[in-house]
């Protein structure tokens, strides 16, 4: 038990959000395989609510053409509500983690330019070959927001046992209207967030940082 415990904690520690990945697409049957496996958690009364739209080849340099456009030139407009705000230790390890992605990628403080630069690297999905695009029924709420978020978790531990890279992404989401008209997902949907995938650039710079994590006694109270 313990062994497999480990297993998961190595694969928990080895994931981390991938920003630059190799052209080449990940086989059909892998896809298949990471779906099936992050399909297998939880859920609110076994709703199962998760659904995901997924590109493959030239459709993902379509999308990635068009969600560059759209980008540039639409306003965010997300279907789940963004935060209203990070303050405390939330702002300091959104802080942390940005600081450390500018550094990797030689971008300085105060480069407002760089920093818009990296930031749009999320519009070209990362030179990612796959983008998948979650989405759950209106009617479910935040309950269906989140059982996703588990689906999410279980999609890229899968991914990371299997070699590929991942990176889930509430910036493509910010354009949710967009999203909806392009693959043609119904209002009675909410999107949630996408997932780019695909063999991660090792040798790139932004993948070259790793974030760190909360202490134990900073997540529980506990209650004896």
């Given at each position: 038990?313990?062994?497999?415990?480990?297993?998961?904690?190595?694969?928990?520690?080895?994931?981390?959000?991938?920003?630059?990945?190799?052209?080449?697409?990940?086989?059909?049957?892998?896809?298949?395989?990471?779906?099936?496996?992050?399909?297998?958690?939880?859920?609110?009364?076994?709703?199962?609510?998760?659904?995901?739209?997924?590109?493959?080849?030239?459709?993902?340099?379509?999308?990635?053409?068009?969600?560059?456009?759209?980008?540039?030139?639409?306003?965010?407009?997300?279907?789940?509500?963004?935060?209203?705000?990070?303050?405390?230790?939330?702002?300091?390890?959104?802080?942390?983690?940005?600081?450390?992605?500018?550094?990797?990628?030689?971008?300085?403080?105060?480069?407002?330019?760089?920093?818009?630069?990296?930031?749009?690297?999320?519009?070209?999905?990362?030179?990612?070959?796959?983008?998948?695009?979650?989405?759950?029924?209106?009617?479910?709420?935040?309950?269906?927001?989140?059982?996703?978020?588990?689906?999410?978790?279980?999609?890229?531990?899968?991914?990371?046992?299997?070699?590929?890279?991942?990176?889930?992404?509430?910036?493509?989401?910010a354009f949710s209207p967009f999203l909806h008209r392009y693959f043609e997902i119904?209002?009675?949907?909410?999107?949630?967030?996408?997932?780019?995938?695909?063999?991660?650039?090792?040798?790139?710079?932004?993948?070259?940082?790793?974030?760190?994590?909360?202490?134990?006694?900073?997540?529980?109270?506990?209650?004896?």
């Amino acid at each position: 038990m313990s062994a497999s415990l480990d297993q998961l904690d190595a694969l928990m520690s080895a994931r981390h959000s991938c920003r630059a990945f190799h052209p080449d697409q990940v086989p059909q049957d892998v896809i298949e395989r990471i779906v099936t496996t992050a399909g297998r958690v939880p859920s609110w009364c076994n709703a199962q609510p998760w659904a995901v739209t997924i590109t493959s080849g030239a459709e993902t340099d379509r999308f990635r053409t068009a969600l560059q456009d759209e980008a540039s030139t639409g306003r965010p407009e997300p279907d789940l509500p963004f935060p209203t705000g990070y303050s405390g230790e939330y702002q300091q390890r959104r802080r942390s983690c940005g600081w450390a992605l500018y550094q990797a990628v030689g971008v300085e403080k105060g480069d407002r330019a760089g920093s818009a630069r990296q930031m749009a690297e999320n519009f070209s999905l990362f030179g990612a070959p796959h983008c998948a695009i979650l989405h759950s029924p209106v009617e479910l709420g935040p309950y269906g927001a989140l059982d996703c978020g588990g689906f999410v978790t279980a999609f890229c531990l899968a991914a990371q046992a299997l070699g590929v890279g991942t990176i889930p992404q509430a910036a493509v989401a910010a354009f949710s209207p967009f999203l909806h008209r392009y693959f043609e997902i119904g209002d009675d949907r909410q999107i949630l967030c996408a997932i780019s995938f695909g063999y991660s650039d090792s040798d790139h710079p932004a993948n070259s940082f790793r974030t760190e994590r909360a202490a134990l006694n900073d997540i529980v109270s506990w209650r004896t």
